[in-house]
């Protein structure tokens, strides 16, 4: 059995850039970079973009290999669009507050108290979550996707709390919310929020649906990831007060450099980069290297769970036909 190189094996004088190209040439790879991720991993990556738009064109491609710098439901999503193809996570350890917040077990079980709901899941989950939902929605389809169905029909909606009370809140749907947060977008202080509106009184203030309630409420827009940037861009020249994981602001600082953006602490005097995601920035270069050099750590998935939660997936994609994803 070959010995999978380590960190420690690393030569320090290789130009991990180079030899990622090199790599990914070799091996007829695509490199996908969530927009959470470090800005090196942005530049190197094909496609930089939300989860399921990521893994949506990684499977449009000719690519045998795809390595994913994201977290591991993300890579899972991948596999489950693109099961012929070889997954790669550069750390495994890359998890989601969310997903976790979720086991499968106590999913299925509270489903099974509420047989009458139809379970809606946010796509922040792992795909033994998604293959005991029925539909799965992203924080850009939800609200088109819930309007959809019909107004007698009772919804669970999980694992995102927050994200089921805004949905609940602009539908008009009450839904049985299941109590998971995501832990970058529950901790920002709404006290130093509003110093930085008092002390920026022309920053329009964006924020993502993940977060709490009393935090969105002082929000001029409120989207997704992809939809923040695109506001940021088409609002431009302009200063933004941005209430998301603060990687994003390296895709906006590209589309504008006049931009002014202002990042929200968690907690009152603590750094903003104290807000960034812990398992996003598990991801590296240098893991990004290792991983296609040993070809691991890939994600695989049981057959019939990758089918039942591409069914959610697909039921998902036929609703929001229409839907800017």
């Known amino acids: ?3 999978l190189l380590t960190e420690k094996d690393i030569d320090p004088t290789l130009d991990l ?3 990622i190209k090199r790599l990914k040439k070799e091996m007829n790879a695509v490199i996908l970079a969530h927009y959470y991720q470090d800005d090196d991993l942005q530049e190197i990556a094909d496609f930089v973009g939300d989860s399921l738009d990521l893994s949506r064109k990684a499977a449009a491609t000719d690519a045998e290999v795809i390595v994913f710098c994201g977290v591991k439901f993300m890579a899972e999503v991948a596999k489950i669009l693109s099961p012929q193809k070889l997954v790669l996570l550069p750390d495994m350890a890359a998890g989601c507050s969310l997903e976790t917040s979720c086991p499968a077990p106590e999913f299925k079980k509270f ?5 009458d709901h139809i379970a809606l899941t946010y796509i922040n989950c792992s795909a033994d979550v998604k293959a005991a939902s029925d539909i799965i929605v992203t924080s850009s389809n939800a609200e088109a996707i819930i309007n959809q169905i019909p ?6 909606f999980s694992p995102d709390k927050h994200l089921g009370a805004y949905l609940s809140h602009k539908t008009g749907r009450e839904m049985l919310l299941w109590d998971g947060t995501c832990q970058v977008h529950d901790q920002f202080s709404e006290k130093e929020l509003v110093k930085l509106k008092t002390r920026h009184p022309k920053a329009k203030t964006i924020a993502h649906p993940e977060c709490p309630q009393h935090i969105l409420r002082h929000a001029e827009f409120v989207g997704s990831t992809s939809q923040l ?7 431009a020249p302009n200063e933004f007060i941005v209430l998301t994981e603060p990687g994003i602001l390296h895709q906006m600082k590209k589309n504008n450099p006049d931009n002014i953006f202002y990042d929200v602490p968690g907690t009152e005097g603590s750094c903003v980069w104290c807000n960034a995601c ?3 920035k598990l991801n590296t270069l240098e893991k990004l290297y290792l991983c296609m050099v040993n070809r691991s750590p890939e994600i695989t998935l049981p057959e019939p769970t990758r089918l039942k939660a591409k069914q959610s997936l697909d039921k998902m994609l036929e609703m929001s036909v229409n839907v800017n994803r």
């Open 17 to 19: 850039e180079a030899e």
């Open 278 to 280: 812990p398992y996003m």
């Open 151 to 156: 107004a007698n029909q009772p919804i669970i």
């Open 1 to 3: 059995m070959t010995k």
């Open 229 to 235: 940037i695109k506001f940021a861009k088409e609002n």
């Open 111 to 115: 489903r099974a108290e509420h047989p």
